[in-house]
C-alpha cells in the first residue's frame, strides 16, 4: 500500500484506538519520573516510516496530546539485510522534526524525571 491508501480518517481513527492505551499507559510512566528514550520505525514503510509514515503521524500527535515526549526515534532499516543495528547510521533516524519536539516539551512542561529511569 501507499502512503495515500493508508491516508484515510478510518486507518487514522484505527490508529488512534490502537495507541490511545499505550500512551495513557506511558503517560503513567512518564510521570512517575521515567524517561522514554525513543521509538522505532521501519525505514521506508507508508505506514511506520519514522519521518513520513501514516501511523507514525498520528503516533506523535497522540503523544503530543497525551503530554508524552519521545524526541529520538531509531528505524529498521530499508537494506538488502534489513538488520537494526543502533550503531550503524541506517538504523537511527534522529530527532523527531522541530515542530513536533517542539509541541512534546510544550504539552509535557514541567515533568519531573528521576536519573537512571528510562524505558
Not at 500527535?61 to 503530554?67: I, V
Request: net charge negative; charged share 25%.
Amino acid at each position: 500500500m501507499t502512503v495515500e491508501e493508508y491516508d484515510t480518517p478510518e486507518f487514522h481513527a484505527h490508529n488512534r484506538r490502537i495507541l490511545l492505551p499505550a500512551f495513557e499507559q506511558l503517560k503513567v510512566y512518564q510521570d512517575h519520573g521515567y524517561t522514554i528514550v525513543g521509538g522505532l520505525g521501519i525505514a521506508g514503510s507508508p505506514s511506520c516510516d519514522p519521518g513520513k509514515g501514516v501511523f507514525m503521524r498520528d503516533f506523535l500527535e497522540l503523544a503530543a496530546e497525551n503530554g508524552v515526549t519521545i524526541d529520538f526515534f531509531w528505524q529498521i532499516p530499508n537494506t538488502a539485510d534489513g538488520i537494526f543495528d543502533p550503531d550503524n547510521d541506517n538504523s537511527v533516524f534522529g530527532p523527531v522534526t522541530a515542530g513536533q519536539q517542539e509541541d512534546l516539551h510544550k504539552k509535557s512542561a514541567g515533568t519531573k524525571s528521576k536519573e537512571g529511569n528510562q524505558i
